[in-house]
């Protein structure tokens, strides 16, 4: 009897357990995208033309939306299973 509610408490909680793991990388990644995307903004506030040479574990892409002499429009994207994700981020000089 015990083992029987056991298996089916397994059974009900592993799409959940996987629901929450797929929600934590998703915050994980959206974290770091907003620390790369402040920090290539800084970069071009700045006019610094080094670029991020920190470890990613997501494949991010960088696309400037919009660059003028005072105002950037820079935006971060990537995928995770499936899905797409964007953030995008403005800096003024």
Excluded: C
């Amino acid at each position: 009897m015990a083992l029987s509610i056991l298996s089916i408490l397994l059974i009900v909680s592993m799409p959940i357990l996987a629901h929450v793991y797929d929600e934590r990388q998703i915050i994980k990644q959206k974290h770091e995208a907003i620390r790369m995307l402040q920090h290539q903004l800084l970069l071009w506030r700045r006019n610094d033309n080094a670029s991020l040479n920190a470890e990613q574990d997501t494949d991010f892409q960088f696309e400037w939306i919009e660059r003028k002499e005072h105002s950037a429009y820079l935006s971060v994207h990537w995928t995770y299973r499936g899905r797409t994700y964007r953030l995008t981020g403005e800096a003024l000089r």
